[in-house]
């Protein structure tokens, strides 16, 4: 048999890309992204850890996975109005402080992102009892389409402070905010949720409103 032609030999079948939707999926959430990008490569993915600190690491997978893991069900709220319940797995950020132990006058980190997106917090933000550095959903290793293998989980803020597909995080002497905030009016650089209106995706079909008082939403 003769050889293929070279075109034919050469087409490759094109990339998945993690790409937004605006259907809940079976976690009752939607699937945001700041820009199109393949998901993280497990097997050579390392969390660059670095800036105001000690000891600079490259963190691989199964070093993250050694830290105590824990588990909670929070909420997410979204900013534009909607909201789900899932169950989160993995581990506090104050484990990566024992790993890296930033100077004195490292006060916030930047986290970065895969697909270009990028947050500030500050080290007291991040020691929050309800903040989550994630490689766990439904019992499952976190997937792709929900920002694995790392995310951030933080329930007292609007989704998008909840950073996906982290690759790396610098600690930094203060925080500048969020890139969030160069996108639109309704973003706030700490992305507290505020008082208003949610409509939780995971009860009644989506079908109900409920007013909300600000903060983490605990009552449902």
Known sequence: ?????????SKKAPAKLLLPTDQPDEHHLKL??????P??????????????IEKPAALELARLQAYPQETQQPRMKCVQCWSARATWSGFRFGHLLETAQPLKKAKAVRIDCA????????LEELMSPRVMFVLGMAGQTLPDN???????????????KSAKLITSITFVEQGK??????IGPYYSPDGTILAGYDTPLDIAGGKWKRKIAGGEITEY
Do not use: N
């Open 1 to 9: 048999m003769g050889a293929a032609p070279l075109a034919a030999q």
């Open 177 to 182: 905010g969020s890139m969030a905030c160069d």
């Open 115 to 122: 697909d270009k997106w990028y947050e500030y917090f500050t």
């Open 32 to 37: 945001m992204w700041y820009s199109p990008v």
């Open 39 to 52: 998901p993280i490569d497990r097997t050579t993915f390392r969390l660059q850890v670095k800036g105001l």
């Open 146 to 160: 929900h920002g694995g293998p790392l995310r951030l989980i933080d329930p007292a803020r609007y989704g998008y």
